[in-house]
């Protein structure tokens, strides 16, 4: 059978083997579920850059800008990181450039594997259909906070690995830690969710509707896919 | 109020600070439980070290040599890692010099720190008594496994966290995952470690007896602490 794993952290990627896997890359709060929701309103193509100053040179050549620092849109961006953003009407049919604090690190860094998908409590059910019918082995790459684990990327890996337990073996103990917090929490998703130390930062900045909305399961049927350097839905 | 967190791995202790903390060592199977039975049986002191080679350097300076590397004793060394081993009559008043995969590692890692004390449910009670009463913020530091979390030092840092909570503020996502884990598995507390990665390894030796002894809770009072690089019940 194949297998799941968890990563909870950039920083431990290298860790794991990207090798012949499946990734799924994971940030709830708040770039994953931002480029779900973006790329279900119809944006063409977002890309992942670590650094701003490269984010910067995307906009002359027709990008829209986003990202942020801290939890702070980044002057001279566009737009920030809130998934109402990404459902702006302009933005269909535009490509979205994206630089944040821990999301497109965690893309960045999982170069190397075979596919890159994007997971969100979003697009839950669609992910975990897609990859209980793919054939790879499955590795769960959380954004985290800062390099360390945080707990709605956790939440949401067990989530994951709840959808496709009987499909596949768990692999590892980060998947066993998830997937049992998962079912511990699952009743009270959004409030535990919520008692996060991000979802604490972030509620300074008056994003709680943010939060709330992030944690919408399975409200689009779309799997993103990283495809020459960009996150598309796939034709 | 004073804080209490988590780091699941020695991997990820740089993103913790270390500075006027006290910093608990954790490696439930079996180092730290390992080395709260030899101080409880008697054993004058045990000196983690990280090379096999500095450890056999110890044996003609009158140390026990003890260790394994992926849970096998270590050709040369006088004994493993088994708990059952370290109640030896033989060991009382002698000194122990040991090298393990994970959990001397963890301890040289935590150096920094103001103090350094080691904790297993076999000191669980004692442990936690002595915490409260003590004037630091806290920090678990777990050994994990080759770099990655594992379950039982995640489950003992929940244990841990749940005995001190009305003393102190949990801080940071890693404390949260740990204590939502421990009180989740809590009721069947052995059958969940028996389930992790580390033990499905370790019962390949024949070790599922020390496996069941590591997880008795507060079956000796006392706290071991680091001092002059020597782990020692202090005076």
Redesign the interface.
């Known amino acids: 059978m194949r297998s799941i794993e968890v990563c909870?952290?950039p920083?431990?990627i290298r860790?794991h083997s990207l090798k012949e896997k499946t990734v799924v890359v994971v940030d709830i709060f708040r770039a994953t579920s931002c480029i779900v929701t973006g790329l279900a309103h119809g944006v063409k193509a977002i890309k992942p850059i670590a650094e701003i100053e490269e984010t910067l040179l995307h906009g002359p050549k027709g990008y829209v800008m986003a990202g942020e620092r801290g939890g702070v849109v980044v002057e001279g961006f566009d737009i920030g990181n809130s998934p109402f953003e990404y459902q702006q009407d302009y933005l269909a049919s535009r490509k979205v450039a994206i630089s944040t604090t821990n999301g497109s690190q965690a893309v960045l860094k999982s170069q190397g594997a075979s596919e890159i998908l994007v997971g969100a409590f979003l697009n839950l059910e669609a992910l975990a259909m897609y990859l209980v019918e793919s054939k790879r082995d499955i590795l769960i790459h959380c954004a985290g906070?800062?390099?360390?684990?945080?707990?709605e990327d956790?939440l949401f890996a067990g989530a994951l690995i709840d959808e496709v337990a009987e499909s596949l073996t768990i692999s590892?103990?980060?998947a066993?830690?998830a997937h049992?917090?998962f079912?511990?929490?699952h009743e009270n998703l959004l409030a535990?969710a919520l008692?996060?130390?991000?979802a604490e930062r972030l509620k300074n900045f008056g994003t709680e509707q943010d939060l709330v909305f992030c944690m919408e399961e399975s409200k689009y049927a779309i799997v993103p896919k990283l495809i020459e350097g960009e996150l598309v839905i796939p034709t």
Chains 1, 2 share one sequence.
């Open positions: 909870f952290t920083d431990l860790q906070w800062k390099g360390t684990p945080n707990l956790s590892g103990d980060s066993l830690i049992q917090l079912i511990s929490a535990t008692k996060s130390s991000h």
